[in-house]
């Protein structure tokens, strides 16, 4: 089926939430810091207040004043120690000091958009600069400047999987070890429609509204009304209509979302904010930064023995929502990956820096997880005179051993794991790289080629919410608790319930991201959608279905068993004695019945997530002259299980592989290491891939049923950006004779490597 919703966001007729405004409305500018640490001495608003069309100036003071809350964590990481992480307050805006460059200060609200900003630059901060830290490798020295001097330390949790005596003991009978030093880079995520917020405040009932793009709008609902304003769910309403990507970053609650709220009461006028992509740069959460020493053991055979991982992982200024939990037990829970190895010894400390704060970036832990575990097999490979191919085989999981306990104690309960890697080899015609090489040494280029495999751990929240309801016109309206913003869930969802109830998919309409029609469920993040909400709606489709039956046996004067469905008819079995969907759904007077076809479920599943998986292969030419690096040729065979729509699955997979691209070659977000300014505010300086820089994407499915969910499914958002990293480097490195070169994988590091290995040579 091709997507539907894709009509309708193509010519136009699209609804965002700038699209969205209100009589009467005011807009909003967020003043904030151009330093990376100072003190706050004074703040001064006057002339702000005075400028022409300002509504009002609000600050960190007058937030206090109207007992605002704080921003939450949402996460608990035990420390190694025995104790909790440390999380620091943060407040709506700041009064007492600065953390970052892009940390608020003050908002102002004004007639225009432009007259708020120039107000804006009207407010004096008397700052009294402090050292700042932005080195995720040093943040933990004892001279680094510490950011939360109540803290003592930068340090925010230093948490162990709790397997050191296992790794060493397996490190002591090994017969070769391998160790790389690796660097995840910073990300930004960057979707195409900035963040936007439209907040209402209704004095009379006490009630706020939000417009803005989400991931679900239940967890910012509830976070609001909890944490921020202190009132019952019920008196906030967020909604979000269509969203142009989120990739993580949109499942949180954000400062801004909370300001226009507040900025409406104090005005009593709808309050509009609208980010620019310089904002979206330095303020939304980023990705990654981890710095890690990783260890590898090996028998005499090439069979991976034990392995050992110590990463300081940035978390920025403060923490967001799920921050610490992504490089932790997020990371964590798919040690091994698809590897038979349980003596890995994994340690994390998660540093407090002076940048913007870290959170789930598609993946989420995971990524970073596989690229560690893949550039030290690579290393292994070379240790061992075989080819990365080889060294994989001798280690994967056996279908025999599956369901498989990993080293974090989750069980994988499918996947075929050798068998998928010889398809991906067989997609790439891994048998004709050396012609290939061969042909791009003559044009003086050299080329390489590299193996990613992952596993992902999918699904998160195991429960979600659906509701179906049939109108009397035979329409079937789809409520649901997950979140599509790109994923092409109209399409996915209508699919379901027609293969569960029969009416046509056009008639299916899909209604998400309105916390009044969709009070519970989790959104979208995980990729948890199909697995989640699928099955919740194919469950609650199935409830309808007995329902209608009942009714129109009833209605019929038949006796159940005798009603026959088949598409939008019921009939009584050998006769031409009918109902239809919208007869059913406007029947009146049943006795024992409810009127109406409508029914709804909580779905909980007993396991937290699923294993998809999959073999990317990436091969790559370089430019001896330029170092510049060129991606010729990829394939990837992934196993999501059973596919409901094999060009969604196909387009998660092309944008996961090309988010994971740009990771390996060309995404970098930097600050600089003295004055801790953002380098990378613009895409002028932070480089995001292009069409131009992508080859044709070979992309296949291994179909291996998930046995633990009705569908069969796993999720196929992510897979791309965990097999593309280590598939990418670990061409260059073969291209290049070496053993690693750290992302991004920009020419100049390529031209000093070659230069390197020349003079050695």
Known sequence: MRRKEDVRLLTGTGLYTDDINRENQ?????????????????????????????????????????????????????????????????????????????????????????????????????????????????????????????????????????????????????????????????????????????????????????????????????????????????????????????????????????????????????????????????????????????????????????????????????????????????????????YDMQDVSINVRCAFTNTAPTDAYRGAGRPETAYVIERLLDQGARAFGITPAEIRNRNYVKPEQIPYINCAGNEIDSGRFEETQAQALALMDWQGFDARRAESQRAGKLRGRGIGYFIEASGGQPAEWARVRITPEGEALVHVGTFSHGQGHETAFAQVLHARLGIPFEKVKLVQGDSDLTPAGGGTGGSRSSQMGGVAVSRASEMVLAKARRLAAHLLEAAEADIEHEGEIFR??????????????????????????DEELLYKRNTECNFPNGCHVAEVEVDPDTGMVSVVRYAAVDDVGVP???????????????????????????????????????????????????????????????????????????????????????????????????????????WRALAMRQAAE
């Open 26 to 338: 005011a807009w909003m500018v967020v003043l904030r810091s151009p330093h990376a640490h100072a003190k706050i001495l004074s703040i001064s608003t006057d002339a702000a207040q005075a400028a022409p069309g300002v509504i009002a100036v609000l600050t960190g003071h007058d937030a206090k004043a109207d007992g605002l809350g704080l921003f939450p964590v949402m996460v608990e990481v035990p420390g190694k120690d025995g104790k909790p992480l440390w999380c620091p307050e943060r407040h709506i805006l700041q009064t007492e000091a600065v953390r970052f460059v892009g940390d608020p200060v003050a908002i102002v609200v004004a007639e225009t958009r432009a007259e708020a900003q120039d107000a804006a630059e009207m407010i004096e901060v008397d700052y009294d600069i402090l050292p700042s830290i932005t080195d995720t490798a040093t943040a933990l020295d004892a001279s680094a400047p510490v950011i939360w001097p109540e803290r003592g330390s930068n340090l925010c949790v230093h948490w162990s999987n709790g397997r050191e005596a296992q790794a060493e003991a397996a490190f002591a009978r090994a017969a070769k070890t391998v160790s790389v030093d690796l660097v995840n880079n910073r990300l930004v995520g960057n979707p195409m429609e900035p963040r936007v917020a439209l907040g209402e405040y209704d004095p009379a009932e006490n009630h706020f509204t939000l417009h803005s793009p989400t991931q679900g709008v239940v967890r910012v609902r509830e976070s609001l009304a909890k944490f921020i304003f202190k009132l019952p769910k019920e008196q906030v309403r967020v909604i979000s209509p269509d969203v142009g990507g989120g990739f993580g970053l949109r499942g949180k609650l954000f400062p801004e979302s909370a300001m226009v709220l507040w900025a409406a009461r104090r005005t009593g006028r709808p309050v509009k904010w609208r980010a620019d992509r310089t904002e979206t740069f330095l303020c939304d959460p980023h990705g990654r930064d981890h710095v890690t020493h990783a260890e590898m053991a090996f028998d005499a055979n090439g069979k991976i023995l034990g392995m050992k991982v110590e990463t300081v992982a940035a978390m920025g200024a403060y923490l967001f929502d799920f921050g610490p939990r992504i490089p932790t037990v997020a990371g964590g829970r798919i040690q091994g990956t698809v």
């Open 644 to 750: 409901l729509n094999p060009m969604l699955v196909h387009g998660q997979c092309h944008g996961g592989i090309v988010s994971g691209i740009g990771q390996a070659l060309y995404e970098h977000a930097r600050y600089d290491d003295e004055s801790g300014q953002f380098l990378t505010a613009t895409f002028q300086d932070y480089c995001m891939p292009r069409a131009a820089d992508l080859p044709h994407l070979e992309v296949g499915l291994n179909v291996v049923p998930c046995p633990s969910n009705d569908l069969g499914v796993k999720g196929a958002g992510e897979g791309g950006s965990c097999g593309a990293p280590p598939a990418v480097v670990s061409a260059v490195c073969d291209a290049l004779g070496i053993s690693h070169i750290d992302m991004p994988v920009t020419p100049e590091k390529v």
């Open 572 to 597: 009584i079995a050998g006769t031409d004695r009918t109902m239809t969907w919208a007869q059913l759904a406007a029947a009146e007077g049943i006795p024992d019945e409810t009127p109406g076809l």
